[in-house]
């Protein structure tokens, strides 16, 4: 299970929900209208979701403002299409869908709360780990406009 932590919970349970499908399956609020725990569903996942709060020193990605270092992956039968709806509704591209030489097809990219996402599906048997870094070498990558 993972346990992700918002300045503004509500907002991204909207987000969650539009953008990777999210099914919030329990939600308690606080007296000020904030989410003090909720618990959504992503594809097989499960995921806490909660906004910031001092007694847990709990603080959001999007208010330290540094990149994430944690990657959430989601497959999908059709990542074009999920990945074309999450960029819709407010996420912004790191890597737009493509093949990569590991034998998938995804695309990466980061929420309106600073959490990085590949939404992907698995288009063959893995390389062998000696091909890798031939493999590697021959990649072009594909990169957003800028």
């Not at 999007?62 to 990542?79: A, G, Y």
Request: aromatic share 8%; proline share 8%.
């Amino acid at each position: 299970m993972i346990s992700l932590t918002v300045k503004n919970a509500p907002a991204a349970l909207e987000y969650y929900q539009k953008a990777l499908g999210a099914n919030v399956v329990y939600r308690m609020d606080g007296p000020d209208g904030s989410v003090l725990h909720s618990t959504l569903t992503i594809a097989d996942c499960m995921i806490f979701l909660s906004g910031e709060d001092e007694m847990f020193q709990a603080v959001g990605q999007d208010t330290h403002d540094k990149h994430s270092s944690c990657l959430l992956c989601i497959n999908s039968e059709n990542p074009d299409a999920d990945f074309a709806k999450a960029i819709a509704v407010g996420g912004k591209v790191i890597l737009p869908m493509q093949d990569f030489p590991w034998g998938s097809r995804s695309g990466i990219l980061v929420d309106p709360y600073g959490y990085r996402w590949t939404i992907g599906k698995e288009t063959g048997e893995l390389p062998p780990p000696e091909k890798i870094g031939e493999l590697m070498e021959s990649w072009k990558p594909v990169y957003p406009d800028k």
